[in-house]
């Protein structure tokens, strides 16, 4: 019963932002509001309480969430199939290889030929530079297109599983973390995230993720500090979005090329590998041609120039500059560990170990914050909505 | 309020339909009376129409509809879903290729292995001629042997989702788009509609979304006329069905051989690819032996035969020979355009630019009538049932 | 409401187990109590009961069932996607080949990161001696790491689908049909069963179905006869626990080498291909090596010493042997029938077909048994919940 007075309260809270999330897609976290932030993540928390409480906040009594995954996944196909069946969608995966759709068909056809009875669409598309963010664009013009024309009977919202520039579902989960592990948005203020790339024995991983962290984490009045060896870009116009940030929120934004000094007295650490930016390009065009004999070469070439800095590991050493010695380690998972999935990685196996358990937690906001996205899009008036479902106090299971 | 007033006459007109749908396997629509197609055609204009208002339809608390899929699909496979969706009921896939059934398990076995707690079965086979109708027929009677001996507790329905024979859930989705684009079943009386090949660069394209059209609009009194190069014949004794059914409802049946002759004064354009009927057989029996080599021969030696005919293209010329040079262009999608999809197709791009949309809404009716051939399998008083659902009121989404 | 008098005597009878199911994963039947196995017969069958009568035995509003195939199946598969249906969840397959996990992910993180949302997790892995049941006893302490840290909110129950030591879902089901064949579990005292091996063409089928019936049937009085060619030995450790059950339950145990010796005076018969346990080993370490030579080795090896038993097919004058020349046949489907889908085979086309309807009717029982376990795993009061649902009266088809 407190419990619940405190879900009231949370659903109460709501009400102060102000937001458009209504009918809107979810691609980039710059596109949106600090208010549109806070929504999404009051949001999620409100549902995972729910959900803990055995409250079933199912609103939907049938409809589709499409899935189209263009590269692997496990965690947000999990984290998109448990959204969705919270709120009561059956995902219904687009497997491109078994559709008809090799043979020419537009995304404009395709888009609206999966949408007749679907609420939702959620993209991952994060392989090729300058791809991902324009097909979910494209997309999202022929369901405007087939709503207004009266083929949909609702415009099914997007959700950005990961593209080639933003990765929300990720930073917006890691943020719900740092929010949950420090208390509030108000106690990030000041504090010192490094966003570092590390040392993997693979190559071509996307830049959405540290794109992602150092744009949203910007908005906050935190000390970003991006780290890598020298070559090692990312997205040069997304990297200006996240120092404008840091300006608007009175925080800070620094680049730097030793792992050790950034993670001096930093609160936060997030190591992780990724390709630099104009590897990234060069692949997206090989890639795009077919030429296998060409990515060899860039692979091999890459992982020669990547094996120079294997001193990039985050490891107990390092952890030791941090502040009170004690900086909280990220990780989008999964991460690779040394002497546990390689031999030399981003991260020592006793950090990794060490933060295990936060890694996890971190993680487990994701099927939340993707519920969030869909339930804001969906209902203008959600704290509204939250309320009717704590009154109508259905059980998830039932007895 | 209005709009229900207008959901209730809809019922109430049903009452007029003598059928015998229920329990009853939908695989060829002229196997079903004129009463049965309107029924269908009508249950999911109610179905669409609650959808579109909100008003949840969910007849079922739980159940599977289990779909075959031996040839690739997505606007049948995503209507599939959703009409199962809408229903209740979720979709179990039976992957052939994930699956134990590989060594010589008996189609008997498997139709009851699958079906234990299953309320539908969705079959697409249409890659062998001889084959996808027989399949159908081979599992609804081992459905029949497995409900007498009480080893399945309901008899599951089929739906044919395409097979050699008939694409009747296609056929169905174009009828009802026609019934609502001139207004009523009577409207469609005197009409001409051309079922023609058209140039495409791939080849053996089935034959079932032709015969398809031809046996259904030759039951409401169209003339009917199907235009193909000499050679590429349909199935003989299946066009005989069009050419009687045209004679029994006043309509009229021709055959021509040249795509300008027909479209004359055409009221509806269905220009689309098939592959020659006696090819097909060849094609099956190739096929059936694996033997690839051979079917690469047949394949150049068709795609060559293909070439002479790529004039059989619908473009703007021929639609000003139609009737107001407006008739209705239909298409099952994704149509080979020309400038768009390949060098030449079936279709100019202007000619499918202008009938786009309408295309698209053509094929929003499929999961509809997926769903309306489900709904009357299982409830034996079907407009009762709506009628139920209707003064239930439960909403989709529900707030 | 007879009907339901018998429900609620079915529900009634239940209070008198004392069982510790709650919260435990069913891995293994010789880990289970003998309350414990009759209070999943007796949910399996009230389950089964419920459906029958078109009670809805839906008790989660939303959650979801994961499962994890790594072999190939399809009435398994059905089944627990029956099952979560049944109960209101929804299947999530972990297709360990679409995701992430191949770069050396731990299962302890894997198990985690699939479960923040999930009640339940179905595994098959019966390809490794070795190895099944030890992965899932792994992902158990991960779940259970997880959830005592606070990462899961409910620790997800797992259910063995198969591994290299037991098939409990499948002796489970096959026992059901036992109980309800001969009237009683108490019928069954001095019944004499046969598990005997029987001629496959192919090689490398798994031991734990065997192994599954003897340890499981021997826990009920029954005279439990072994046989196999020599060579052909199980798991000598499960053996014993067969032997040891035996003893326990006033039943017998023996081994035997000829087919025709084992069922003489049988009241039920199980003929069934495996492969011998030391080849079994071999192949083990050969697929960890992926040493596709070595395997193609041992495959001709073997089935050239397979070839030897060919007389070991069940057939009419074996069958003229058993217990009134009716010994109940019994098999896991699918069988390896002489002339149907093999030149030789297990069984023989006449017998199969005798006993045909019968093994359907053994299979169908699986759906229930599963759903069963999960049950009795989330309700600590299963009688009570029960008695809850038939109150309730909810129906499967709505109208």
Redesign the interface.
């Known amino acids: 019963m407190e419990r619940n007075m405190n879900l009231e309260r949370q659903i109460e809270r709501l009400k102060e932002l102000k937001t458009q999330l209504y009918q809107k897609d979810f691609l980039l976290t710059w596109e949106k509001s600090e208010d549109e932030l806070k929504m999404v993540l009051e949001v999620a928390a409100i549902l995972k309480n729910m959900?803990?409480q055995n409250i079933?906040s199912?609103?939907?009594?049938?409809?589709?969430a499409i899935s189209i995954?263009r590269d692997?996944?496990?965690?947000t196909?999990?984290?998109y199939?448990?959204a969705a069946?919270?709120l009561?969608l059956?995902?219904?995966d687009?497997d491109e290889k078994?559709?008809?759709?090799a043979?020419?068909?537009?995304v404009r056809?395709?888009a609206?030929?999966?949408s007749?009875?679907?609420d939702f669409i959620g993209i991952r598309d994060d392989m090729f530079l300058g791809e991902g963010h324009k097909y979910m664009l494209e997309v999202g013009a022929a369901l405007d297109d087939?709503y207004k024309?009266?083929?949909?009977?609702v415009r099914p919202g997007i959700v950005n599983l990961q593209c080639d520039q933003d990765h929300p579902t990720q930073s917006m989960a890691d943020l719900l973390h740092l929010k949950q592990h420090f208390g509030s948005l108000e106690a990030l203020r000041g504090k010192k995230i490094v966003m570092s790339w590390a040392y993997s024995p693979?190559y071509g991983k996307p830049l959405s993720v540290p794109q992602g962290i150092i744009t949203l984490m910007s908005r906050f009045g935190m000390d970003v500090e991006l780290a890598y060896p020298e070559g090692y870009e990312l997205i040069p116009e997304i990297v200006d979005i996240a120092r404008r940030n840091t300006k608007e929120s009175d925080g800070s934004f620094h680049i730097s090329h030793s792992m050790e000094e950034a993670v001096k007295d930093a609160d936060i650490v997030y190591p992780k590998s990724w390709a630099p930016f104009h590897i990234m390009q060069q692949r997206t065009k090989l890639l795009q041609q077919g030429d296998s004999k060409g990515l060899d070469e860039l692979e091999k070439a890459c992982l020669a120039e990547n094996a120079k800095f294997k001193d990039w590991e985050y490891n107990e050493e390092k952890m030791q500059l941090t502040k009170n010695q004690d900086a909280l380690y990220m990780h989008c998972?999964?991460a690779?560990?040394t002497d546990?999935?390689?031999a030399a990685g981003e991260v020592s196996k006793g950090v990794f170990e060490k933060y295990r358990?936060p890694t996890?937690?971190e993680?487990?906001f994701?099927?939340y914050i993707i519920a969030a996205m869909m339930f804001t899009n969906?209902?203008e008036n959600a704290p509204?909505?939250l309320k009717?479902?704590l009154e109508r106090d259905?059980?998830?299971?039932?007895?």
């Open positions: 959900r803990e079933s199912k609103v939907f009594d049938s409809g589709l995954f692997n996944s496990t965690r196909r999990f984290s199939a448990s069946n919270l009561g059956k995902v219904q687009l078994k559709s008809q759709i043979h020419g068909e537009t056809e395709t609206n030929m999966i007749f009875l679907s087939g024309q009266g083929v949909l009977p693979s998972l999964p690779d560990i546990v999935s390689c358990i996890y937690v993680a487990g994701k099927p969906r209902f509204g909505v009717k479902i259905t059980k998830r299971v039932n007895f």
